[in-house]
T-cell receptor, first 111, second 115 residues
């Protein structure tokens, strides 16, 4: 079965610094990959997803992620962190109609 | 409504009582999911409905948990004889169908506290 590993349960960056949240997946078939964000006391909101085609995917709020098959990775990046980016981020993979989520990474943005 | 709607948003119940959590998916979405998120934890899959097919109950943690989906739309998650370890956020989600690549849309969650 497919699975997702998010490296780092907590990431802290300074405002204006690069955000890099790591996600590695395992799948026996070509995967579909997602990043969701969860703000405090809210549900999950889709940031971006990769299905087919261009491997660099742009999402909302200036985030983007690149699908790298050779590295089985789908890392999430943002060039410049904003205080409002503080949240929990979840990577997910679907294959065989089954979606699996990573454990999540909590992003803290320091002023 | 435009999104997945869940009620109640917050529920405090006494240990041993039964609770019902409701989910109204996005109109036209045939797939409906329930997840549980405990404090500081990731998402735990509970149950999945697809149209009129038999639900996938493989994630239900015990027989105290059950769910139904009436008329292919609204779903109710029932927890019987609640325990303190049941305290969590219960998230409902829906998608057009359970097909790879389809986006799953989440509700705001029902926060359950068992005292």
């Amino acid at each position: 079965a497919q699975s997702v590993t998010q490296l780092g349960s907590h990431v802290s960056v300074s405002e204006g610094a690069l955000v890099l949240l790591r996600c590695n997946y395992s799948s026996s078939v070509p995967p579909y990959l997602f990043w969701y964000v969860q703000y405090p006391n809210q549900g999950l909101q889709l940031l971006l997803k990769y299905t087919t085609g261009a491997t660099l995917v742009k999402g909302i709020n200036g985030f983007e992620a690149e699908f790298k098959k050779s590295e089985t990775s789908f890392h999430l990046t943002k060039p410049s962190a904003h205080m409002s980016d503080a949240a929990e981020y979840f990577c997910a993979v679907t294959a065989y109609n089954d979606m699996r989520f990573g454990a999540g990474t909590r992003l803290t943005v320091k002023p | 409504g435009a999104g997945v709607s869940q009620s109640p948003s917050n529920k405090v119940t006494e240990k041993g009582k039964d609770v019902e959590l409701r989910c109204d998916p996005i109109s036209g979405h045939t797939a409906l999911y329930w997840y549980r998120q405990s404090l500081g934890q990731g998402l735990e899959f509970l149950i999945y409905f697809q149209g009129n097919s038999a639900p996938d109950k493989s994630g239900l943690p015990s027989d105290r948990f059950s769910a139904e989906r009436t008329g292919g739309s609204v779903s109710t998650l029932t927890i019987q004889r609640t325990q303190q370890e049941d305290s969590a956020v219960y998230l409902c989600a829906s998608s057009l169908s359970r097909r790879d690549g389809n986006t799953i849309y989440f509700g705001e969650g029902s926060w359950l506290t068992v005292v």
